[in-house]
């Protein structure tokens, strides 16, 4: 009798510990699963900032080769330039489908989903500065033959330091680097200065010497499209700043 209800009183206690140990093994698979989650969205995360920077090498590329372009006059340059635009715009849409594909598979929440989409917008930003690039190109491509020019020397430091402001900005971004940002988006008054100045410079050339209204229109529309890309690299800017405070800001009043 005694050994029965020994058993008996036994029985309990075993099916504790069972339940205990069922218990901590859900809950050693749920961490598991809950890291492999973390893991591959580390993972697909780390492609997309990847190809962010890579969109920004291409693009600081196009700016720079650009600018050679024109300075040079060179037609096939310049062709190479607009060219390579293809190569922006085929990793924006690879970075892009990315982006959907980790929000759809991942479900990311709270910063890394505030992240991605920052991520994306900074794509279509980038393709718009290398479509910027490609325009700058064109003119050059215009220019090429032209006897009769313009000074345009401002056009060397403005497209530079655009170059620069790409590389800084991504950086940024990457790092979410709110005071880089903030120091990115002051050099912008520095690119709006110069082309103030070399609008002014060629407008006077313009109105002393009929012969040189076609080119100097031509550099003026190449100046635009270098102030053009400061103003995105400030909107790049901008989001950098957003994805550090949570509060929207603009920089660039």
């Known amino acids: 009798m005694q050994s029965v209800e020994d058993g008996a009183g036994l029985a309990p206690a075993d099916n504790g510990a069972a339940a205990t140990s069922v218990s901590e093994a859900a809950a050693t698979e749920m ?3 809950a890291d492999r989650i973390r893991q591959s969205l580390d993972t ?5 900032k990847e190809g962010v920077l890579r969109m920004g090498s291409y ?3 196009q700016i720079l080769a650009a600018l050679d372009a024109i300075m040079h006059r060179d037609a096939e340059l310049a062709q190479k330039v607009i060219a390579s635009d293809g190569r922006v715009n085929e990793v924006q849409r690879a970075v892009s489908g990315l982006v959907g594909m980790t929000i759809a598979t991942q479900a990311p929440v709270a910063r890394d989903l505030r992240f991605l989409l920052a991520l994306d917008r900074v794509t279509y930003e980038l393709e718009r500065i290398g ?3 490609g325009s700058v190109a064109k003119q050059a491509r215009k220019l090429a033959g032209v006897t009769t020019m313009v000074t345009y020397d401002e056009l060397t430091p403005m497209a530079t330091l655009a170059a620069r ?3 800084d900005v991504v950086m940024a971004l990457v790092d979410i680097d709110e005071a ?3 120091e990115v988006a002051t050099r912008d008054d520095e690119i709006d200065r110069l082309y103030h ?3 002014d410079d060629v407008l006077e050339e313009m109105r002393t010497d009929p012969a040189k209204v076609d080119p100097g229109t031509r550099i003026l529309f190449a100046a635009h499209y270098l102030e053009r890309i400061g103003d995105r690299v400030t909107n790049i800017a901008e989001d950098v700043v ?3 405070t949570g509060e929207v800001e603009d920089l660039n009043p």
């Open 31 to 33: 961490d598991r699963r």
């Open 44 to 48: 697909e995360m780390r492609d997309v």
């Open 59 to 61: 693009v600081e590329e």
């Open 131 to 133: 479509d910027h690039a």
């Open 165 to 167: 402001q790409v590389r």
């Open 180 to 182: 880089k940002a903030r």
């Open 197 to 199: 100045q070399v609008f």
């Open 242 to 244: 957003f994805l550090a």
